[in-house]
């Protein structure tokens, strides 16, 4: 069964910096490009950026251009986000996915940036 475990959340002041891993099973995760997404309270889910099976990075959204970064670890079926010089606005529950299988969701890293 597909299943994503986010983790690595938290509380941060605006300017910090949070580390999100992701956990993916179920696929073959080396084989799969992921995404991390990310959903406002009472807002959709929406895309901050992916990364292709090799690690080259797929698109990235103007928003986080700069300060986040995606990386993977093949070996551990595991997508990080490196997330620097946070702002307010970054508040959200983080997910992953993968592009290629629809309708699994994982239940997600609360981050809240706040003074």
């Known amino acids: 069964q597909v299943q994503f475990v986010e983790s690595g959340g938290g509380l941060v002041q605006p300017g910090g910096s949070l580390r999100l891993s992701c956990l993916a099973s179920g696929f073959t995760f080396s084989t799969y490009p992921m995404n991390w997404y990310r959903q406002i309270s009472g807002d959709e889910r929406k895309f901050v950026v992916g990364?292709?099976?090799?690690?080259?990075?797929?698109n990235i959204d103007d928003s986080v251009r700069g300060r986040f970064t995606i990386s993977r670890d093949n070996a551990k079926d595991t997508v990080y986000l490196q997330m620097n010089s946070l702002k307010l606005e970054d508040t959200a529950v983080y997910y992953c996915?993968?592009?290629?299988?629809?309708?699994?969701w994982g239940q997600g890293t609360q981050v809240t940036v706040s003074s």
């Open positions: 990364i292709n099976n090799d690690g080259g990075i797929t």
């Open positions: 996915n993968t592009p290629w299988i629809n309708n699994y």
